[in-house]
């Protein structure tokens, strides 16, 4: 029991939904009247399911594929985080467009946001990896919660009690409420299969212009082998309070379908037991394998 209730040194419950200490109830109430501009994007997502690849696509897309001018700048100061502001920067004067990235649900963000003000990317990938690589995740990263046996961490995840609560309830809040959002729907596994389509779908999406060769380049830079390579992409200088060194890194495999090295078979069927209907009920066809 006790194993299954999330520790209050990692998280808080703020109306219903798990965050990480390093942001507060009140912070996060204020977002509500968070001022909203008319080219803002905000990438939203539940944890693992690929922001931080989003991110990086965003950037290049956003500089032609070169980046000038943001190479030497760390993701989370590109597209910073809404609701973890750590690094206590002036939100209201960031350049223009700016984008944020996010976990919050639907109900818990900027009002105008859901009045069609600005734009939302919604990124939602296969749950089973969602699962395993946040299982991974955990470890490396100093500001979660230990849970080092799978099946603890299963039950936790599929209960809710995790950072970012359900999985479920993020996925079917923001798909229930597509109407109050100006928003683009994408899969990890849409992108992983097709990142051209993805790439002219986000220029679409927020009506940017890009030629062939700069298309290129952002699909080039965006591969997993090519983030991997890039340190500020990849995350690499996350400073030593937040990711624990030799632990892991956060391009870890980037494929469709590792759940299954890590879940057994009885794991996998315990977990369609939870979510298999609650599933089909999306209106998402996940791809869970390769
Ligand atoms: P794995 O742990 O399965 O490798 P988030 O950014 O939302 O935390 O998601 C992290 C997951 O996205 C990790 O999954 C990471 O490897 C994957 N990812 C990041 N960039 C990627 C890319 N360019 N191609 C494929 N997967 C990528």
Redesign the pocket.
């Known amino acids: 029991r006790l194993m299954m209730e999330p520790s209050k040194e990692f998280v808080f419950n703020y109306k219903g939904f798990y965050f990480a200490v390093n942001t507060t109830p009140e912070y996060v109430a204020s977002l509500e009247n968070f001022e909203i501009k008319d080219s803002d994007i905000f990438i939203a ?12 696509i965003l950037s290049l897309i956003l500089h032609e594929g070169h980046r000038n001018g943001t190479e030497n700048m760390e993701t989370m100061d590109r597209i910073p985080w809404v609701e973890y502001n750590i690094k206590n920067m002036d939100y209201a004067n960031l350049p223009l467009p700016r984008v944020f990235a996010t976990h919050l649900p639907y109900y818990l963000t900027p009002k105008e946001l859901r009045n069609k003000k600005g734009r939302v990317i919604y ?1 939602t ?1 296969n749950p089973k ?1 969602v699962l ?3 299982y ?2 955990s470890k490396f990263i100093r500001t979660l919660e230990k849970i080092p046996d799978f099946n603890i961490f299963m039950e936790r995840f599929l209960a809710g009690k995790v950072l970012a609560s359900a999985w479920f309830d993020h996925v079917s809040g923001w798909y229930n409420h597509a109407k109050d959002f100006n928003i683009l729907f994408l899969t ?1 596994e849409e ?2 299969k097709d ?1 051209r389509s993805t790439v002219l779908k986000i220029c679409n999406f927020i009506g940017k212009k890009l030629s062939e060769e700069e298309i290129e380049s952002v699909v080039r830079q ?3 082998e ?3 390579k890039d340190p500020r ?1 990849n995350y690499e200088n996350m400073p030593d309070d937040i990711a624990i060194k030799g632990k892991g ?7 469709i379908g ?1 759940w299954k090295n890590t879940m057994t078979v009885a794991q996998s069927e315990r977990f369609d037991e939870v979510l298999k209907e609650k599933i089909q009920t999306l209106p998402i066809k996940f791809t869970w394998d390769t």
């Not at 693992?48 to 989003?54: A, E, L, N, R």
């Not at 890194?249 to 494929?255: A, E, I, P, S």
């Open positions: 997502t539940y944890p693992k399911s690929g922001t931080v690849w989003t991110q990086n990124v990938r990896d395993v690589s946040y991974h995740f990890y992108m992983k990142l965006a591969t997993f090519n983030m991997q992409a890194r956060f391009l870890r495999k980037g494929t590792d």
